[in-house]
């Protein structure tokens, strides 16, 4: 596989991720803060792809790494904040409510989004879409470091 055919299929998985999110979102599935996070780096690495189609370069291909890794990452926080293994940002999730006054907690209950963090919505093979999102995206950064090694 010639390197140009690897950032192709990185960046293609990455608009496919991207893709299925906005899919989700049709059918119902309201994102959260985070799911939202994920989504920016999907859209960075495409259009990092669309640009190694027009100036290839080892550069261009580790940037794409980072673009997939970073959503890759955010996809592992908030799995694990969905798991409860680790609190999430306090914007989207419960977070500790034990010392808060009764004012503060209808404050916090007032303000709270609508869509939380650490619920999981939908899973497939009980891992949430955030989990294949941390799955996937991490092995799309495993091609484009592969591209990024390959010779032009």
């Keep these: 596989m010639s390197r140009t055919q690897i950032v192709i299929t990185a960046a293609g998985g990455s608009a496919l991720l991207l893709a ?16 939202l996070w994920q989504r920016w780096p999907h859209a960075a690495a495409f259009l990092i792809g669309a640009l190694f189609l027009m100036l290839p370069s080892r550069a261009l291909a580790l940037l794409g ?12 926080f908030h799995a694990g904040v969905e798991q409860k293994w680790w609190e999430g940002p306090t914007s989207c999730t419960s977070g500790d409510i034990s010392n808060l006054t009764p004012e503060q907690l209808l404050e916090q209950i007032m303000t709270a989004p609508m869509v939380r963090c650490d619920e999981i919505p939908w899973a497939l093979a009980g891992i949430s879409m955030a989990g294949w999102n941390a799955i996937i995206s991490l092995f799309l950064a495993g ?10």
């Design 143 to 152: 091609l484009w470091i592969a591209a990024a090694r390959r010779s032009a």
């Design 65 to 76: 790494a980072l673009a997939a890794a970073t959503t890759g990452l955010i996809g592992v």
């Design 20 to 35: 299925g999110a906005f899919i989700f979102q049709l059918l119902g599935y309201a994102p959260c803060e985070m799911c």
